[in-house]
């Protein structure tokens, strides 16, 4: 830290700096800043909503129908609710429990 209590800036990388097209090198990784809090909560709601829909999907299927029907509902079902359920954890979880994210 400097003095003032600010970080000081990383130099973004330049075009001079980038590896050339068809060398095999990669450009280096610049992290990405975190969600806002306000954000992160809206998706959290939209996926909220897309679990409480395939939660009630997965709930129809319960009804009589073809067998093959029935199964391919439910999995599509569960596939997506899971994923929803997935993401909302990876929403609220603190910045520095994230996999792939400091």
Request: charged residues 15%; proline residues 13%.
């Amino acid at each position: 830290m400097s003095p003032t209590g600010r970080e000081p800036e990383r130099p973004r990388p330049s075009g001079d700096d980038l590896p050339a097209a068809g060398t095999g090198e990669t450009a280096p990784v610049v992290p990405s800043a975190p969600l806002p809090l306000a954000l992160r909560l809206l998706l959290v709601l939209l996926l909220l909503g897309l679990v409480l829909f395939c939660v009630f999907g997965f709930l129809a299927t319960l009804e009589p129908l073809p067998g093959t029907v029935r199964w391919g509902f439910r999995a599509i079902y569960l596939l997506v609710g899971t994923l929803g359920l997935g993401g909302m954890a990876w929403l609220l979880l603190p910045a520095g429990l994230r996999p792939g994210q400091r």
